[in-house]
Protein backbone atom coordinates (compact mmCIF):
# COMPACT_ATOMS: atom_id res chain seq x y z
CA UNK A 1 0.00 0.00 0.00
CA UNK A 2 1.28 3.02 -0.61
CA UNK A 3 1.54 6.05 1.77
CA UNK A 4 2.14 9.53 1.44
CA UNK A 5 5.50 9.96 2.49
CA UNK A 6 6.68 8.07 -0.34
CA UNK A 7 4.31 9.34 -2.97
CA UNK A 8 6.59 10.03 -6.12
CA UNK A 9 6.71 13.80 -7.25
CA UNK A 10 4.51 12.84 -10.23
CA UNK A 11 1.63 11.66 -8.02
CA UNK A 12 2.16 14.50 -6.08
CA UNK A 13 1.80 17.10 -8.83
CA UNK A 14 -0.97 15.11 -10.46
CA UNK A 15 -3.03 15.50 -6.93
CA UNK A 16 -2.03 19.56 -6.54
CA UNK A 17 -3.47 19.53 -9.67
CA UNK A 18 -6.82 17.92 -8.54
CA UNK A 19 -6.82 21.02 -5.30
CA UNK A 20 -5.79 17.71 -3.08
CA UNK A 21 -2.44 19.29 -1.30
CA UNK A 22 -2.48 18.43 2.74
CA UNK A 23 -0.55 15.20 3.86
CA UNK A 24 -4.33 14.11 5.66
CA UNK A 25 -6.35 14.46 2.09
CA UNK A 26 -3.21 12.46 0.07
CA UNK A 27 -3.20 9.96 2.98
CA UNK A 28 -7.47 9.84 2.69
CA UNK A 29 -7.16 10.03 -1.65
CA UNK A 30 -4.67 7.18 -1.72
CA UNK A 31 -6.05 4.94 1.31
CA UNK A 32 -7.28 1.35 0.12
CA UNK A 33 -9.53 2.40 3.18
CA UNK A 34 -11.30 6.03 2.79
CA UNK A 35 -13.30 7.59 5.98
CA UNK A 36 -14.65 10.25 3.55
CA UNK A 37 -18.12 10.32 4.85
CA UNK A 38 -20.82 12.34 6.84
CA UNK A 39 -23.62 12.11 9.19
CA UNK A 40 -26.98 11.37 7.46
CA UNK A 41 -28.50 13.45 9.91
CA UNK A 42 -26.69 16.61 9.06
CA UNK A 43 -28.46 16.71 5.84
CA UNK A 44 -31.60 18.61 6.00
CA UNK A 45 -34.98 17.00 6.09
CA UNK A 46 -33.50 13.60 7.36
CA UNK A 47 -34.55 13.27 10.59
CA UNK A 48 -38.19 14.20 10.08
CA UNK A 49 -38.09 11.44 6.73
CA UNK A 50 -36.90 8.46 9.30
CA UNK A 51 -39.78 9.72 11.77
CA UNK A 52 -42.34 9.55 9.10
CA UNK A 53 -41.19 6.25 6.94
CA UNK A 54 -40.68 4.94 10.99
CA UNK A 55 -44.20 5.71 11.76
CA UNK A 56 -45.92 4.27 8.85
CA UNK A 57 -44.01 1.08 8.84
CA UNK A 58 -44.79 0.47 12.43
CA UNK A 59 -48.70 0.79 11.96
CA UNK A 60 -48.56 -1.26 8.41
CA UNK A 61 -48.96 1.49 5.94
CA UNK A 62 -48.47 0.20 2.41
CA UNK A 63 -45.34 2.18 0.90
CA UNK A 64 -45.05 2.78 -3.05
CA UNK A 65 -40.69 3.74 -3.88
CA UNK A 66 -41.39 5.82 -6.80
CA UNK A 67 -38.11 5.92 -9.21
CA UNK A 68 -36.83 6.56 -12.46
CA UNK A 69 -35.97 4.36 -15.56
CA UNK A 70 -32.07 4.76 -15.36
CA UNK A 71 -29.70 3.04 -13.35
CA UNK A 72 -29.64 5.65 -10.66
CA UNK A 73 -33.18 6.01 -10.26
CA UNK A 74 -33.65 1.32 -10.21
CA UNK A 75 -30.55 0.78 -8.02
CA UNK A 76 -32.21 3.32 -5.61
CA UNK A 77 -35.77 1.79 -5.53
CA UNK A 78 -33.85 -1.91 -5.42
CA UNK A 79 -31.73 0.10 -2.26
CA UNK A 80 -34.73 1.44 -0.39
CA UNK A 81 -36.82 -1.62 -0.99
CA UNK A 82 -34.45 -3.70 0.75
CA UNK A 83 -33.52 -1.05 3.29
CA UNK A 84 -38.02 -1.36 4.33
CA UNK A 85 -38.09 -4.66 4.37
CA UNK A 86 -36.23 -4.56 7.10
CA UNK A 87 -38.72 -2.41 8.93
CA UNK A 88 -42.11 -3.96 7.72
CA UNK A 89 -43.46 -6.80 5.84
CA UNK A 90 -42.05 -6.91 2.25
CA UNK A 91 -45.90 -7.27 1.19
CA UNK A 92 -46.67 -3.48 2.04
CA UNK A 93 -44.00 -2.63 -0.01
CA UNK A 94 -44.39 -1.58 -3.73
CA UNK A 95 -42.77 0.30 -5.90
CA UNK A 96 -43.43 2.18 -9.57
CA UNK A 97 -40.92 3.06 -12.42
CA UNK A 98 -42.73 5.02 -14.87
CA UNK A 99 -41.78 4.50 -19.11
CA UNK A 100 -39.87 7.14 -20.51
CA UNK A 101 -41.83 6.49 -23.56
CA UNK A 102 -45.34 7.20 -22.30
CA UNK A 103 -44.54 8.97 -19.33
CA UNK A 104 -41.59 10.90 -19.10
CA UNK A 105 -39.00 11.45 -16.65
CA UNK A 106 -40.25 12.06 -12.74
CA UNK A 107 -43.81 12.03 -11.32
CA UNK A 108 -46.83 11.90 -12.85
CA UNK A 109 -50.42 11.96 -12.20
CA UNK A 110 -51.89 9.38 -13.79
CA UNK A 111 -49.11 7.09 -12.13
CA UNK A 112 -50.11 9.27 -8.40
CA UNK A 113 -53.23 7.63 -9.44
CA UNK A 114 -52.54 4.38 -10.00
CA UNK A 115 -50.83 4.11 -7.09
CA UNK A 116 -53.46 5.79 -5.09
CA UNK A 117 -55.86 2.51 -6.17
CA UNK A 118 -52.95 0.44 -4.20
CA UNK A 119 -54.18 1.88 -0.69
CA UNK A 120 -50.83 3.67 -0.55
CA UNK A 121 -50.45 5.60 2.52
CA UNK A 122 -46.68 6.64 1.95
CA UNK A 123 -45.17 7.87 -1.51
CA UNK A 124 -41.12 7.97 -1.29
CA UNK A 125 -39.71 9.23 -4.57
CA UNK A 126 -36.06 8.34 -5.47
CA UNK A 127 -33.42 10.10 -8.15
CA UNK A 128 -36.62 12.72 -9.09
CA UNK A 129 -39.57 15.07 -7.53
CA UNK A 130 -37.34 17.48 -6.89
CA UNK A 131 -38.99 19.90 -9.61
CA UNK A 132 -42.11 18.53 -9.07
CA UNK A 133 -44.23 20.71 -6.59
CA UNK A 134 -47.99 19.97 -8.47
CA UNK A 135 -47.42 16.13 -8.97
CA UNK A 136 -46.23 15.65 -5.39
CA UNK A 137 -49.22 17.97 -4.16
CA UNK A 138 -51.69 16.25 -6.32
CA UNK A 139 -50.54 13.26 -4.43
CA UNK A 140 -51.20 14.51 -0.86
CA UNK A 141 -54.85 15.76 -1.91
CA UNK A 142 -55.61 11.94 -2.70
CA UNK A 143 -54.51 11.07 1.06
CA UNK A 144 -51.02 10.03 0.56
CA UNK A 145 -48.19 11.42 2.74
CA UNK A 146 -45.28 12.22 0.11
CA UNK A 147 -41.02 12.28 0.84
CA UNK A 148 -39.08 13.54 -1.87
CA UNK A 149 -35.46 12.29 -2.13
CA UNK A 150 -33.76 13.65 -4.68
CA UNK A 151 -29.82 14.75 -6.29
CA UNK A 152 -31.05 17.40 -9.16
CA UNK A 153 -30.59 21.09 -9.09
CA UNK A 154 -33.58 22.86 -7.57
CA UNK A 155 -35.85 25.92 -8.24
CA UNK A 156 -37.50 28.31 -5.97
CA UNK A 157 -40.73 26.00 -5.83
CA UNK A 158 -40.08 23.35 -3.74
CA UNK A 159 -42.58 20.56 -3.23
CA UNK A 160 -44.25 21.17 0.28
CA UNK A 161 -43.02 17.99 1.66
CA UNK A 162 -40.15 16.32 3.55
CA UNK A 163 -37.39 16.80 0.98
CA UNK A 164 -33.87 15.10 0.88
CA UNK A 165 -31.98 16.79 -1.48
CA UNK A 166 -27.88 18.04 -0.97
CA UNK A 167 -28.78 20.64 -3.45
CA UNK A 168 -31.53 22.38 -1.87
CA UNK A 169 -31.24 25.63 -0.02
CA UNK A 170 -30.33 25.82 3.29
CA UNK A 171 -29.31 22.36 3.31
CA UNK A 172 -25.83 22.02 5.57
CA UNK A 173 -25.06 18.54 4.66
CA UNK A 174 -20.97 18.86 3.50
CA UNK A 175 -21.42 16.94 0.20
CA UNK A 176 -23.79 18.56 -2.33
CA UNK A 177 -22.83 15.96 -5.06
CA UNK A 178 -24.70 12.59 -4.12
CA UNK A 179 -26.73 10.68 -6.80
CA UNK A 180 -29.81 9.81 -5.63
CA UNK A 181 -29.18 6.42 -4.99
CA UNK A 182 -26.28 8.33 -2.52
CA UNK A 183 -29.20 10.20 -0.70
CA UNK A 184 -31.36 6.94 -0.15
CA UNK A 185 -28.04 5.30 1.12
CA UNK A 186 -27.76 8.29 3.25
CA UNK A 187 -31.62 7.47 4.40
CA UNK A 188 -30.65 3.86 4.72
CA UNK A 189 -28.04 4.66 7.39
CA UNK A 190 -30.27 7.25 9.47
CA UNK A 191 -32.82 4.25 8.99
CA UNK A 192 -30.63 1.52 10.59
CA UNK A 193 -28.68 3.79 13.02
CA UNK A 194 -32.62 5.19 14.31
CA UNK A 195 -34.47 1.39 14.24
CA UNK A 196 -31.28 -0.81 14.86
CA UNK A 197 -31.17 -3.49 12.56
CA UNK A 198 -28.04 -5.04 11.75
CA UNK A 199 -25.38 -3.00 10.54
CA UNK A 200 -24.67 -5.54 7.98
CA UNK A 201 -27.45 -4.56 5.77
CA UNK A 202 -26.04 -1.75 4.78
CA UNK A 203 -22.56 -2.85 4.01
CA UNK A 204 -24.05 -5.29 1.92
CA UNK A 205 -26.28 -2.29 -0.14
CA UNK A 206 -22.63 -0.78 -0.55
CA UNK A 207 -22.56 -2.24 -4.10
CA UNK A 208 -25.50 -1.04 -5.74
CA UNK A 209 -24.89 2.69 -4.09
CA UNK A 210 -21.28 2.39 -6.19
CA UNK A 211 -22.69 0.86 -9.37
CA UNK A 212 -25.16 4.60 -9.21
CA UNK A 213 -22.60 6.52 -8.30
CA UNK A 214 -20.36 5.74 -11.16
CA UNK A 215 -22.84 5.38 -13.69
CA UNK A 216 -24.62 8.23 -12.65
CA UNK A 217 -21.58 10.16 -13.30
CA UNK A 218 -21.17 12.80 -10.42
CA UNK A 219 -17.87 13.60 -9.45
CA UNK A 220 -15.90 10.74 -8.00
CA UNK A 221 -14.32 12.84 -4.99
CA UNK A 222 -15.53 13.34 -1.68
CA UNK A 223 -17.98 10.96 -0.20
CA UNK A 224 -18.77 9.48 -3.71
CA UNK A 225 -14.88 8.54 -3.74
CA UNK A 226 -15.86 6.46 -0.57
CA UNK A 227 -18.92 4.77 -1.72
CA UNK A 228 -17.41 4.26 -5.46
CA UNK A 229 -14.58 2.59 -3.43
CA UNK A 230 -15.83 0.45 -0.91
CA UNK A 231 -18.48 0.01 -3.73
CA UNK A 232 -16.26 -2.03 -5.78
CA UNK A 233 -14.97 -3.91 -3.02
CA UNK A 234 -18.27 -5.19 -2.69
CA UNK A 235 -18.72 -6.22 -6.29
CA UNK A 236 -15.16 -7.70 -6.00
CA UNK A 237 -16.73 -9.98 -3.24
CA UNK A 238 -18.84 -11.47 -5.61
CA UNK A 239 -21.37 -12.15 -2.54
CA UNK A 240 -24.47 -10.64 -5.17
CA UNK A 241 -25.10 -13.36 -7.64
CA UNK A 242 -26.91 -11.70 -9.89
CA UNK A 243 -24.62 -9.17 -10.52
CA UNK A 244 -22.07 -12.26 -11.00
CA UNK A 245 -24.35 -13.64 -13.51
CA UNK A 246 -24.48 -10.45 -15.73
CA UNK A 247 -20.53 -9.82 -15.62
CA UNK A 248 -20.56 -13.39 -16.77
CA UNK A 249 -22.89 -12.66 -19.31
CA UNK A 250 -21.07 -10.09 -20.73
CA UNK A 251 -17.82 -12.27 -20.18
CA UNK A 252 -16.42 -9.41 -17.65
CA UNK A 253 -14.73 -10.57 -14.32
CA UNK A 254 -16.09 -9.68 -11.17
CA UNK A 255 -12.74 -10.30 -8.87
CA UNK A 256 -10.65 -7.30 -10.50
CA UNK A 257 -14.00 -5.13 -11.96
CA UNK A 258 -12.53 -1.38 -11.84
CA UNK A 259 -14.58 1.53 -12.47
CA UNK A 260 -14.62 0.98 -16.20
CA UNK A 261 -16.03 -2.07 -16.17
CA UNK A 262 -18.80 -0.67 -14.13
CA UNK A 263 -19.61 2.45 -16.51
CA UNK A 264 -19.34 0.40 -19.58
CA UNK A 265 -20.50 -2.96 -18.32
CA UNK A 266 -23.00 -3.19 -15.97
CA UNK A 267 -24.59 0.25 -15.96
CA UNK A 268 -25.27 0.34 -19.98
CA UNK A 269 -27.02 -2.94 -19.38
CA UNK A 270 -29.12 -1.64 -16.24
CA UNK A 271 -29.81 1.40 -18.66
CA UNK A 272 -30.30 -0.42 -21.50
CA UNK A 273 -34.03 -1.70 -19.98
CA UNK A 274 -35.32 1.37 -19.80
CA UNK A 275 -34.17 3.09 -23.03
CA UNK A 276 -35.18 -0.32 -25.34
CA UNK A 277 -38.04 -1.40 -23.02
CA UNK A 278 -39.23 -1.69 -19.58
CA UNK A 279 -37.06 -0.74 -16.49
CA UNK A 280 -38.61 -2.99 -14.83
CA UNK A 281 -36.56 -6.16 -16.08
CA UNK A 282 -33.61 -4.21 -14.51
CA UNK A 283 -35.36 -4.07 -11.69
CA UNK A 284 -36.00 -7.97 -11.51
CA UNK A 285 -32.38 -8.64 -11.92
CA UNK A 286 -31.08 -7.36 -8.97
CA UNK A 287 -34.20 -8.94 -7.16
CA UNK A 288 -34.01 -12.12 -8.79
CA UNK A 289 -34.35 -15.04 -6.57
CA UNK A 290 -32.61 -17.67 -8.15
CA UNK A 291 -29.57 -18.26 -10.36
CA UNK A 292 -32.34 -19.15 -13.22
CA UNK A 293 -34.33 -16.19 -13.01
CA UNK A 294 -31.06 -13.62 -12.55
CA UNK A 295 -29.82 -15.69 -16.18
CA UNK A 296 -32.95 -15.04 -17.40
CA UNK A 297 -33.05 -11.05 -16.71
CA UNK A 298 -29.38 -10.99 -17.58
CA UNK A 299 -29.91 -12.07 -21.16
CA UNK A 300 -32.94 -9.98 -21.67
CA UNK A 301 -30.22 -6.73 -20.54
CA UNK A 302 -27.58 -8.02 -22.34
CA UNK A 303 -29.91 -8.16 -25.86
CA UNK A 304 -31.48 -4.70 -24.87
CA UNK A 305 -28.19 -3.21 -24.88
CA UNK A 306 -27.33 -4.67 -28.11
CA UNK A 307 -29.79 -3.35 -29.46
CA UNK A 308 -29.35 0.46 -27.87
CA UNK A 309 -25.67 0.01 -29.59
CA UNK A 310 -27.18 -0.84 -32.85
CA UNK A 311 -30.08 2.01 -32.62
CA UNK A 312 -27.74 4.17 -30.88
CA UNK A 313 -24.92 4.22 -33.72
CA UNK A 314 -27.45 4.94 -36.46
CA UNK A 315 -28.77 7.80 -34.81
CA UNK A 316 -24.75 9.23 -34.43
CA UNK A 317 -24.43 8.60 -37.78
CA UNK A 318 -27.59 10.43 -38.80
CA UNK A 319 -27.09 13.15 -35.94
CA UNK A 320 -23.54 14.13 -37.58
CA UNK A 321 -25.47 15.17 -41.06
CA UNK A 322 -28.46 17.13 -39.45
CA UNK A 323 -25.41 19.13 -37.24
CA UNK A 324 -24.27 20.44 -40.78
CA UNK A 325 -27.90 20.58 -42.22
CA UNK A 326 -30.08 22.59 -39.26
CA UNK A 327 -27.29 24.45 -37.32
CA UNK A 328 -23.60 24.11 -38.74
CA UNK A 329 -21.61 26.88 -37.14
CA UNK A 330 -23.42 26.56 -33.91
CA UNK A 331 -21.45 26.85 -30.39
CA UNK A 332 -23.84 24.80 -28.75
CA UNK A 333 -25.72 22.52 -32.01
CA UNK A 334 -29.44 21.83 -31.31
CA UNK A 335 -30.89 19.52 -33.66
CA UNK A 336 -34.17 17.81 -34.46
CA UNK A 337 -34.12 14.15 -34.82
CA UNK A 338 -38.11 13.00 -35.70
CA UNK A 339 -36.56 9.30 -36.43
CA UNK A 340 -34.62 9.18 -33.09
CA UNK A 341 -35.35 6.42 -30.28
CA UNK A 342 -36.33 8.54 -27.21
CA UNK A 343 -34.57 5.89 -25.17
CA UNK A 344 -30.57 6.72 -26.93
CA UNK A 345 -30.80 10.23 -27.65
CA UNK A 346 -28.52 11.51 -24.16
CA UNK A 347 -26.55 9.27 -25.38
CA UNK A 348 -25.99 10.54 -28.86
CA UNK A 349 -25.62 14.19 -27.50
CA UNK A 350 -23.31 12.66 -25.47
CA UNK A 351 -21.16 11.27 -28.01
CA UNK A 352 -21.91 14.42 -30.70
CA UNK A 353 -20.71 16.64 -27.50
CA UNK A 354 -17.26 14.67 -27.10
CA UNK A 355 -16.50 14.80 -31.08
CA UNK A 356 -17.92 18.60 -31.24
CA UNK A 357 -16.23 19.46 -28.02
CA UNK A 358 -19.05 21.78 -27.10
CA UNK A 359 -22.27 21.42 -25.76
CA UNK A 360 -25.23 19.34 -27.64
CA UNK A 361 -28.83 19.28 -27.28
CA UNK A 362 -31.16 16.55 -29.20
CA UNK A 363 -34.52 16.61 -29.87
CA UNK A 364 -37.25 14.14 -30.98
CA UNK A 365 -41.20 14.32 -31.48
CA UNK A 366 -43.41 11.93 -30.30
CA UNK A 367 -47.28 12.64 -29.42
CA UNK A 368 -47.25 15.77 -30.71
CA UNK A 369 -44.35 17.09 -28.23
CA UNK A 370 -40.87 17.80 -28.59
CA UNK A 371 -38.73 16.97 -26.07
CA UNK A 372 -34.64 15.65 -25.89
CA UNK A 373 -31.59 15.73 -23.74
CA UNK A 374 -28.64 17.37 -23.83
CA UNK A 375 -24.63 16.56 -22.71
CA UNK A 376 -22.17 19.07 -22.00
CA UNK A 377 -18.13 19.53 -21.71
CA UNK A 378 -16.52 19.57 -18.47
CA UNK A 379 -16.17 23.43 -18.79
CA UNK A 380 -19.81 24.36 -19.61
CA UNK A 381 -22.53 24.49 -17.25
CA UNK A 382 -24.93 23.18 -19.92
CA UNK A 383 -28.06 23.59 -17.14
CA UNK A 384 -27.32 27.18 -15.95
CA UNK A 385 -27.64 28.00 -20.05
CA UNK A 386 -30.56 26.13 -20.13
CA UNK A 387 -32.44 27.06 -17.14
CA UNK A 388 -32.06 30.59 -18.03
CA UNK A 389 -34.76 30.39 -20.90
CA UNK A 390 -36.71 27.83 -18.72
CA UNK A 391 -39.61 30.08 -19.88
CA UNK A 392 -39.61 28.36 -23.15
CA UNK A 393 -39.64 25.14 -21.82
CA UNK A 394 -42.99 22.92 -20.63
CA UNK A 395 -40.79 20.54 -18.44
CA UNK A 396 -36.77 20.90 -17.41
CA UNK A 397 -34.63 19.22 -14.92
CA UNK A 398 -30.56 18.29 -14.59
CA UNK A 399 -27.53 19.16 -13.79
CA UNK A 400 -23.99 21.19 -15.02
CA UNK A 401 -23.20 17.96 -17.46
CA UNK A 402 -26.79 17.14 -18.46
CA UNK A 403 -30.49 18.17 -18.44
CA UNK A 404 -34.15 16.77 -20.29
CA UNK A 405 -36.33 18.99 -21.38
CA UNK A 406 -39.24 19.61 -23.73
CA UNK A 407 -39.94 22.64 -25.29
CA UNK A 408 -43.87 24.06 -24.62
CA UNK A 409 -43.68 24.52 -28.31
CA UNK A 410 -42.19 22.94 -31.44
CA UNK A 411 -42.54 26.46 -33.23
CA UNK A 412 -40.22 27.77 -30.40
CA UNK A 413 -37.56 25.55 -31.92
CA UNK A 414 -35.46 28.78 -33.76
CA UNK A 415 -35.82 31.29 -30.84
CA UNK A 416 -34.68 28.73 -28.78
CA UNK A 417 -31.54 27.90 -30.80
CA UNK A 418 -31.04 31.20 -31.24
CA UNK A 419 -31.02 31.96 -26.77
CA UNK A 420 -28.93 29.24 -25.92
CA UNK A 421 -26.17 30.39 -28.63
CA UNK A 422 -26.23 33.98 -27.26
CA UNK A 423 -25.58 32.38 -23.71
CA UNK A 424 -22.63 30.76 -25.10
CA UNK A 425 -21.62 34.09 -26.98
CA UNK A 426 -21.30 35.59 -23.70
CA UNK A 427 -19.61 32.28 -22.43
CA UNK A 428 -17.27 32.80 -25.75
CA UNK A 429 -16.20 36.80 -25.05
CA UNK A 430 -15.28 36.15 -21.49
CA UNK A 431 -12.74 32.61 -22.42
CA UNK A 432 -12.51 33.04 -26.00
CA UNK A 433 -10.45 29.31 -26.05
CA UNK A 434 -13.33 27.74 -23.83
CA UNK A 435 -14.44 25.36 -26.78
CA UNK A 436 -10.69 23.97 -27.99
CA UNK A 437 -10.03 20.54 -27.88
CA UNK A 438 -6.48 20.97 -28.40
CA UNK A 439 -5.20 17.22 -26.54
CA UNK A 440 -6.15 18.40 -22.67
CA UNK A 441 -3.66 17.01 -20.25
CA UNK A 442 -2.56 17.03 -17.00
CA UNK A 443 1.27 17.24 -17.06
CA UNK A 444 4.29 16.74 -19.45
CA UNK A 445 6.15 13.93 -18.14
CA UNK A 446 10.06 12.96 -19.24
CA UNK A 447 10.38 9.01 -21.14
CA UNK A 448 12.16 8.79 -17.95
CA UNK A 449 9.46 9.08 -15.55
CA UNK A 450 7.41 6.72 -16.73
CA UNK A 451 7.88 3.54 -14.75
CA UNK A 452 6.00 0.62 -13.55
CA UNK A 453 5.89 2.52 -9.77
CA UNK A 454 4.12 5.46 -11.36
CA UNK A 455 1.91 3.30 -13.08
CA UNK A 456 1.11 1.56 -10.11
CA UNK A 457 0.73 4.89 -8.14
CA UNK A 458 -1.98 5.89 -10.51
CA UNK A 459 -4.03 2.52 -10.12
CA UNK A 460 -4.30 3.89 -6.68
CA UNK A 461 -5.89 6.92 -7.40
CA UNK A 462 -9.12 4.51 -8.40
CA UNK A 463 -11.90 4.86 -9.05
CA UNK A 464 -11.66 7.28 -12.07
CA UNK A 465 -14.57 8.91 -13.21
CA UNK A 466 -15.98 12.22 -13.29
CA UNK A 467 -13.74 14.91 -11.97
CA UNK A 468 -11.22 12.20 -11.63
CA UNK A 469 -10.32 11.19 -14.57
CA UNK A 470 -7.69 8.61 -15.49
CA UNK A 471 -4.24 11.10 -15.38
CA UNK A 472 -3.77 12.52 -19.04
CA UNK A 473 0.17 13.40 -19.94
CA UNK A 474 2.56 14.78 -22.32
CA UNK A 475 5.45 13.25 -24.02
CA UNK A 476 7.54 15.93 -25.88
CA UNK A 477 9.79 15.75 -28.51
CA UNK A 478 10.23 12.07 -28.79
CA UNK A 479 11.31 9.59 -31.17
CA UNK A 480 9.10 7.01 -32.23
CA UNK A 481 10.34 4.05 -34.04
CA UNK A 482 10.19 0.19 -34.15
CA UNK A 483 6.25 0.40 -34.82
CA UNK A 484 4.41 -2.27 -35.69
CA UNK A 485 0.70 -3.74 -36.14
CA UNK A 486 -1.29 -5.35 -33.65
CA UNK A 487 -4.37 -7.44 -33.26
CA UNK A 488 -6.54 -10.41 -35.43
CA UNK A 489 -7.33 -7.14 -38.52
CA UNK A 490 -3.92 -5.41 -37.73
CA UNK A 491 -6.08 -2.20 -36.30
CA UNK A 492 -3.55 -1.42 -33.25
CA UNK A 493 -0.10 0.06 -32.67
CA UNK A 494 2.59 -0.24 -31.06
CA UNK A 495 5.92 1.54 -31.34
CA UNK A 496 9.00 3.05 -28.57
CA UNK A 497 9.18 6.00 -27.81
CA UNK A 498 12.48 7.50 -27.25
CA UNK A 499 14.32 11.11 -25.29
CA UNK A 500 17.81 11.27 -23.93
CA UNK A 501 18.57 7.62 -23.58
CA UNK A 502 15.08 6.69 -21.74
CA UNK A 503 12.16 4.83 -23.96
CA UNK A 504 8.52 3.83 -23.41
CA UNK A 505 6.65 1.34 -24.97
CA UNK A 506 3.28 3.03 -26.50
CA UNK A 507 0.24 1.43 -27.64
CA UNK A 508 -2.21 3.10 -29.96
CA UNK A 509 -5.26 1.47 -29.59
CA UNK A 510 -7.65 1.42 -33.22
CA UNK A 511 -5.52 4.01 -34.46
CA UNK A 512 -4.10 1.88 -37.18
CA UNK A 513 -5.67 4.25 -39.92
CA UNK A 514 -5.33 7.15 -38.18
CA UNK A 515 -1.72 7.01 -37.20
CA UNK A 516 -0.02 4.52 -39.17
CA UNK A 517 1.52 6.57 -41.54
CA UNK A 518 3.10 8.70 -38.66
CA UNK A 519 4.14 6.17 -36.87
CA UNK A 520 5.83 4.27 -39.63
CA UNK A 521 7.78 7.42 -40.84
CA UNK A 522 9.58 7.41 -37.29
CA UNK A 523 9.35 10.82 -36.85
CA UNK A 524 10.04 13.40 -33.72
CA UNK A 525 6.33 13.29 -32.09
CA UNK A 526 4.39 15.04 -29.47
CA UNK A 527 2.36 12.76 -27.97
CA UNK A 528 -0.56 12.33 -25.30
CA UNK A 529 -2.29 9.78 -23.91
CA UNK A 530 -1.91 7.85 -20.01
CA UNK A 531 0.29 5.50 -18.30
CA UNK A 532 -0.80 2.23 -17.32
CA UNK A 533 0.70 -1.30 -15.83
CA UNK A 534 0.54 -3.90 -18.77
CA UNK A 535 1.20 -7.83 -17.40
CA UNK A 536 2.49 -10.20 -19.45
CA UNK A 537 3.10 -13.73 -18.41
CA UNK A 538 3.55 -12.68 -14.96
CA UNK A 539 5.70 -9.77 -15.74
CA UNK A 540 4.73 -5.89 -15.30
CA UNK A 541 5.54 -3.40 -16.95
CA UNK A 542 5.14 0.65 -17.40
CA UNK A 543 3.18 1.29 -20.80
CA UNK A 544 1.75 4.86 -22.30
CA UNK A 545 -1.43 4.31 -23.93
CA UNK A 546 -1.78 6.88 -26.75
CA UNK A 547 -4.58 8.93 -27.24
CA UNK A 548 -3.38 11.62 -29.53
CA UNK A 549 0.34 11.93 -31.73
CA UNK A 550 1.23 14.83 -33.43
CA UNK A 551 4.29 15.08 -35.42
CA UNK A 552 6.76 17.90 -35.15
CA UNK A 553 7.24 19.80 -38.45
Known amino acids: MMSSTNTSSVIRKLLQLRGITSEEDIKEYLSPKPQRTYDPFLMKGMKEAVKRILYHAERGSRICIYGDYDCDGVTAVFLMTEVLKE?????????????????????NKDAIDKIAERKTD??????????????????????????????HNTSDIIPDCIVLDPKQQDCPYPFDSLCGCGVCYKLAQALQRTAGFDKSVIHRLLDIAGIATIG??????????????????????????????LLDKLSRGYAELDSYGVSFGIVPCI??????????????????????QAEMYASCLSAANNDRKSVQEEAYKRGIDLIEEQCPDSTIPVIRDDLAHEGIIGIVAGKLSSKLYRPVIVLTEKDGKVKGSGRSIEEVDLYSIVSAHSDMLERFGGHRAACGLTLKSADALDDFRAALEGEMEMLLEEDPGLLDDDGRYDLIIEPSNVNLQVAEEIECMEPFGNANEKPAFKLENVHISRGFLMGSEKNH?????????????????????????????????????????????????????????????
Open 122 to 151: LLITVDCGISQAEEAAYAESLGIEVIITDH
Open 271 to 292: NAAGRMGDADNALALLRAENPE
Open 216 to 245: DVVPLTDENRTIAKYGLYEIRSGRRENIRI
Open 493 to 553: LKFIAEKDGYTVECVAFFAADEYGDIVFKEPVCDIIGRIAVNEFRGRKTAQFVVDRITEQV
Open 87 to 107: LTDEHLIDHYLPSRFREGYGL
